[in-house]
């Protein structure tokens, strides 16, 4: 029974109460059985009451939600081998019509919580999302083996593309109608595959830093890593020298180059940074200059990867982001994601170390790659196309500490030159690349960093505004239902990252390849810049 015919016989037209009916439609609510879809529960939340749902990935609570039914799902997603995947819908009562699926992060295995209630429910969205057909936090790869290849499967693509299904199965059943438009949002993992292998599954893509080359993603993750490790090595570079050695230096050298000195780098490609400057000087203390071993590190750190037979891995750190990189890929914690993916995912090797990377392990990870979640076809035409029409819209930070902003650029750039070289479209009408100054994975870092993306408002940095020019997503609608493709945004930086203290300043967001320079006035203010 759909929520407007339960709402009927429940005599909403006669006075009823329209709270008691909402929640009453919510609680009978049961979709028509599915071979591949199992019905587990349904939860209404009143408007402004207490939500306070939570996994072993994601969690939200808080009281400040519109009211909305909580629908949970299994779903199975390879009958013959018996495996499932969570998945969770969450319906506003007051719906706009569209569909917004969130996506998850790293190997993580549990609904997304957080960004249903903080983005998809308080702006009108029917929010889908799935557990990825496993249990577990971010850096977790225990579950995936060895030899547990159905759930690797289902992390790498299977588990999202068939709730979304379900998912869109469930809106149509409680609303009575589909959805207008199907639309996603997320960061890190997920989505590109969708774009390349089932374009029909979204009209509007919004991924941030995506790891869609998950075999040269890990690989780069562990050569990162052996540039620094062991923490006893001569090229091991400490936490406070990377923050107050390092990162006053790469300032001193680049902050000034886009116009403004405001401890942000633009365009760090323009920074030629020269770690030589800081080379240790006869009888100096060691923990304020840098060594012949350190200096030789910091050059593989800030390069390309290629090995040794020129293959291109995967890009490196770029200068600006040094008070984070520590605790991304170089400092004395190995990256548990990269680790743990040759382990459960490749090797099937639970003693393999990151000292036991090599070449061949690469060319091997490449012929398997785990799951298939590679996402590297530069043909999008079955999505852009005028069959479907679809829209992409990518941003990453410059100072992202655990996927290179490279890696988003040399997508954009192998999918730019296969539209030119195959096709008459023009990837301007169909896919815009953002990248944002200063900001870290996802979100954070000292940067406009609040732009109406996932893991930002749930982190206290909610857009100015939901209007398309400060919120990304509303971008996308507009984009998509209107036509109107978007060339800035405005960002927004909160004082201490935190929206409770006020604006610190903000900051246009440039289409690539422009990028932004400072042309004077209040140097906190967004119309003080402008895109070349």
């Not at 609510?29 to 939570?54: E, L, Q």
């Not at 199907?182 to 089932?198: H, I, M, P």
């Not at 079955?382 to 479907?388: E, L």
């Amino acid at each position: 029974m759909s929520l407007y015919t339960a709402l009927a016989l429940l005599g909403l037209a006669t006075g009823v109460t329209a709270t008691t009916d909402l929640r009453s439609a919510c609680l009978s609510f049961s979709p028509r059985p599915h071979a591949d879809i199992s019905f587990t529960a349904a939860t209404h939340y009143a408007a402004n009451t207490h939500v306070n749902v939570s996994n072993v990935y994601s969690s939200i609570d808080v009281s400040n939600l519109p009211s909305f039914c909580r629908v949970e799902l299994v779903v199975t997603t390879n009958a013959t081998a018996g495996s499932t995947a969570l998945a969770e819908v969450w319906l506003p009562d007051d719906w706009n019509g569209r569909v917004l699926t969130v996506g998850n992060g790293g190997l993580a295995g549990g609904v997304t919580v957080t960004e249903l209630g903080h983005v998809a429910v308080p702006q009108g969205f029917a929010g889908i999302s799935t557990n990825t057909g496993h249990d577990g936090d971010t850096d977790d790869g225990e579950w995936a083996g060895p030899h547990n290849d159905n759930a690797i499967v289902d992390w790498g693509w299977r588990a999202l593309h068939l709730s979304v299904l379900a998912g869109k199965r469930v809106v149509e059943e409680y609303y009575g109608k589909p959805a207008n438009k199907s639309y996603y949002l997320g960061c890190s993992t997920g989505a590109l595959k969708e774009v390349q292998d089932f374009p029909e599954d979204f009209d509007g893509v919004v991924v941030g830093s995506p790891a869609n080359w998950q075999t040269h993603l890990q690989a780069w993750s562990v050569h990162m890593n052996l540039n620094t490790q062991p923490s006893t090595s001569p090229h091991f570079i400490t936490e406070d020298m990377w923050n107050n050695v390092l990162a006053p230096e790469v300032m001193k050298q680049c902050d000034s180059l886009d116009g403004l000195s405001d401890g942000i780098i633009n365009d760090p490609r323009i920074c030629r940074f020269r770690p030589q400057t800081l080379t240790c000087r006869p009888g100096q203390n060691t923990s304020t200059c840098l060594t012949a071993a350190q200096i030789s590190a910091l050059h593989r750190i800030y390069a390309d990867y290629y090995e040794a037979d020129q293959t291109y891995v995967f890009g490196g750190y770029y200068p600006g982001g040094e008070t984070e990189y520590y605790k991304g890929l170089v400092g004395k914690k190995q990256f548990a994601i990269g680790l743990g993916y040759f382990q459960f995912m490749v090797l099937n090797n639970t003693n393999f170390k990151i000292h036991d990377y090599n070449a061949t392990v690469l060319q091997l990870t490449d012929q398997i790659d785990p799951g298939q979640s590679n996402a590297i076809n530069p043909n999008l035409t079955a999505f852009a196309g005028p069959s479907h029409n679809g829209k992409l819209l990518q941003y990453v930070g410059w100072a992202d500490q655990l996927i290179s902003p490279g890696n988003s650029i040399h997508y954009y750039e192998s999918v730019h030159e296969f539209t030119l070289a195959n096709t008459t479209m023009d990837i301007d009408d169909y896919y815009r690349l953002f990248l944002v100054p200063g900001m870290n994975h996802c979100h954070g870092g000292f940067a406009a960093n609040a732009f109406g993306s996932v893991e930002q408002a749930s982190n206290n940095n909610p857009p100015l505004s939901f209007d398309p020019q400060h919120n990304i997503l509303a971008a996308m609608v507009r984009w998509v239902e209107e036509g109107v493709a978007p060339d800035t945004l405005t960002a927004a930086n909160y004082k201490g990252n935190n929206a409770t203290n006020g604006v610190g300043f903000t900051r246009p967001l440039c289409r690539y390849p422009s990028t932004i320079r400072y042309h004077g006035g209040d140097p906190n203010s967004a119309d003080s810049f402008h895109c070349e």
